[in-house]
């Protein structure tokens, strides 16, 4: 998205005040909603004794989780508003660190984890993941590149440690 694309978005945005709130608080719930059912699932599989199912849910997303940081950090992409003249819609004074997204990368990495269990809540997750995509692009905080990179890596690490390692 250009510069002026991005301001003409936000214009139309900020005309209507709830337009700018429920993105905010999209961006928030979804990312909560994710975290607590991830959560859920590693106590359901704990308390069902579902140790070796338990153990590569953890340890899976914990990897990929770690590697990508560390990627993420040797790479120190910049963010939309640091490289454009723009006002995020999602407010945020963090720089570099853009690429990929990891709130992204988490929800498609938690719905590949979920896909094990329930194909269902798997794909509520992955359509999550998709609207909290568009949302974090919408927001000003992260480019195309890096929700679409950070989708395609939680899911390529997710087929790689459930469905080829384990």
Known sequence: MTEQGYNQMAR??????????LIRCLNKMIVA????????LLICLGVTGEYEDLYHSVIV??????????FRKCVSA?????VMDI???????????????RHVFSV??????????SV???????????????????GGVHFTRDVVCGAAIGILSGLLGFYVIF
Do not use: C
């Open 108 to 117: 498609f990495m938690i719905g590949m984890t979920f896909l094990q269990f």
């Open 33 to 40: 909603v994710v975290f607590i059912s991830y959560v859920l």
């Open 61 to 70: 997303p914990a990897v990929a989780f770690v590697a990508l940081s560390i």
């Open 12 to 21: 139309h945005i900020r005309e209507k005040s709830w337009k700018v709130a």
């Open 87 to 101: 006002d995020p819609i999602i407010p945020k004074d963090k720089s570099g660190s853009s690429f990929p997204s």
């Open 120 to 138: 269902e809540n798997g794909m509520i997750l992955m359509i999550l993941g998709v609207i909290l995509a568009v949302i974090r692009v919408v």
């Open 78 to 82: 910049k963010r939309p508003y640091e």
